[in-house]
């Protein structure tokens, strides 16, 4: 069973993927929202496909480790995917993965355009690998 990461944005939700036997993650897509429901399908589609048993969300948290605006929808986001989708879902403290994210595809010389097409499934895999580093026993 793989689990899936979610990077939840106003624009777009990065999905991220565990390999089957659960040691890395890699980003997989960004879906883009706008069409109601579109995304929900979307995300469905990919959960039977995959055969995902687990759900982490990205909880975007302040540095002083308080829950802002931005935190709270990312939780509203969490507990419809929950409910929608049928699978267990965790949070995870996503500070600076969008950033760590940038930087990195900055380090590989990678254009304006590239980056914003893949940044947020690069996220997604690096909450998803945080996730899994913590709670993986190996």
Known sequence: MRWMGLDYGDKTIGVALSDELG??????????????????????????????????????????????????????????????????????????????ATRTLLEADMSRKKRKAVVDKMAAALILQGYMDANMKR
């Open 23 to 100: 040691f890395t993650a890699q980003g997989l897509e960004v879906i883009q929202r706008g069409k109601p429901g579109r995304d929900w399908q979307r995300l469905e589609e990919l959960v039977g496909q995959y055969g995902v048993s687990l759900i982490v969300v990205g909880l975007p948290k302040n540095m002083n480790n308080t829950i802002g605006p931005r935190g709270e929808l990312c939780i509203a986001f969490a507990e419809e995917v929950k409910q929608k989708l049928n699978v267990p879902v965790h949070m995870w403290d996503e500070r600076l993965t969008t950033a760590a």
